[in-house]
């Protein structure tokens, strides 16, 4: 049986991992963090259930509606039935795409990270979690995976990489395999680049009014401090009766500029910016979360001709650094095509 190292257990590491499931592969996930899903992440927080990176999953093509729709169990599945209005630099709110807001706005009643727990079960997979990859080394035939700690895992006949391309370019800067190969990928992945931005939580216990039926808003010519913001409410499940919570995720500009500003000033400046764009005076937040997604969404994507470089020994790569944009869909179907490639390398 062929051996499957795949770094990351994202959605785009994850539907790889799905789409070898009946393949004479054994695949070993190793993830960094505590659970699975990555960007596609969910919090709890005194009764509230949050999605505080991705807001909801398009399935913008068959392949993927297919997946989440008929392969995997939909009794979580929701569809946020209301629009994203769109507003400006002015703070001027109108109506958003009729054609975008047709589309379905999916997430899960238990939050968008059941996405990546459904992926992981289906595929019964082995994933490795709080083991940060540092460095992969080749001998010719075989690689190692070495972790923080200096824990080594081998042997495997191809290792599949999906974190944010910076992260992806220091595991392989600092390691040793074919030098040729190593600039080529390492270069590959240097032309990606990624926006910062803070996500904002803010929960009331009222339930907020707005200056339209919309669930979100999103910001369209990158001049307001806020590029999006949502009402958590909408989603079956998330809010409890009676309250809102709502997420503002501030833009990368004014992320950058407050970066290491400490959380109640965060706090306290996306409650005054939620209110001024809604028009309304809020009421205190019961409680604030945040995170600061340092490698948000891709700006820019990686060179994929120079990454094929890897693919001669067993190298392949996957994730929204390969799209350029961030879509949790465009994210899957990478992880499919690395899927494609990695039956035809491991027969
Ligand atoms: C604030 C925000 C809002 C967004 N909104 C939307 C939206 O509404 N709709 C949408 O479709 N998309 C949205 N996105 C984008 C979407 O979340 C991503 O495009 C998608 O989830 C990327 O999946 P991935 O598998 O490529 O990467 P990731 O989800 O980043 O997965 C990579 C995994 O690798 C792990 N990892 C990193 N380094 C190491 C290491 N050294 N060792 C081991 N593991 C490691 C990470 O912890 C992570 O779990 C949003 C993203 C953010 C941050």
Redesign the pocket.
């Given at each position: 049986m062929k051996r499957l190292a795949v770094?990351?257990?994202?959605?785009?590491?994850?539907a790889a991992a799905y789409a070898l499931r009946d393949a004479p592969v054994s695949v070993t996930v190793?993830?960094?963090?505590r659970g699975?899903?990555?960007?596609?992440?969910t919090r709890r927080k005194q009764g509230f259930l949050y999605d505080?990176?991705?807001?909801?999953?398009?399935p913008d093509t068959d392949r993927v509606r297919q997946l989440i729709a008929h392969e995997l169990p939909t009794e979580e599945l929701v569809d946020i039935g209301r629009p994203v209005w769109v507003f400006d630099g002015a703070g001027t709110i109108r109506e958003g795409d009729p054609a975008a807001n047709a589309a379905p706005k999916w997430t899960y009643r238990s939050g968008i990270s059941t996405l990546g727990k459904l992926l992981a079960r289906a595929a019964d997979v082995d994933v490795h979690t709080q083991?940060?990859?540092?460095r992969l080394e080749h001998n010719g035939r075989t690689w190692t995976v070495v972790?923080a700690d200096g824990v080594r895992y081998h042997p495997f006949d191809a290792v599949l990489l999906?974190?944010?391309a910076p992260?992806?370019r220091?595991?392989l800067a600092a390691g040793w395999f074919d030098a040729g190969v190593q600039e080529a990928v390492v270069d590959g992945l240097a032309v990606a680049s990624y926006s910062s931005?803070f996500?904002v939580m803010l929960a009331y216990d009222a339930v907020l009014p707005r200056p339209g039926p919309f669930y979100a808003l999103v910001n369209t010519d990158g001049e307001h401090p806020v590029a999006?913001l949502s009402f958590e409410d909408d989603k079956p499940g998330h809010v409890p009766p009676g309250h809102s919570l709502l997420v503002v995720?501030m833009a990368p500009g004014w992320t950058l500029a407050h970066y290491d500003a400490p959380p109640a000033t965060l706090a306290e400046a996306a409650h005054r910016a939620a209110g001024s764009l809604l028009a309304v005076s809020l009421p205190e937040p019961i409680w604030t979360d945040r995170?600061r997604?340092r490698?948000?969404?891709?700006t820019a994507a990686a060179d994929a001709e120079r990454l094929r470089a890897g693919e001669a020994i067993g190298l392949f790569f996957?994730?929204?650094?390969l799209?350029g944009?961030?879509?949790?869909?465009?994210?899957l179907e990478?992880?499919l095509e690395a899927a494609a490639a990695l039956r035809a390398f491991l027969p």
């Open positions: 770094i990351g257990a994202g959605i785009s590491g994850l190793f993830e960094k963090s699975v899903s990555g960007r596609a992440a505080h990176g991705a807001n909801y999953i398009r083991v940060r990859v540092v972790d999906t974190p944010p992260q992806t220091e595991i931005q996500a999006w995720q995170q997604w490698y948000a969404l891709p996957a994730g929204d650094a799209v944009r961030g879509r949790v869909a465009r994210a990478t992880g």
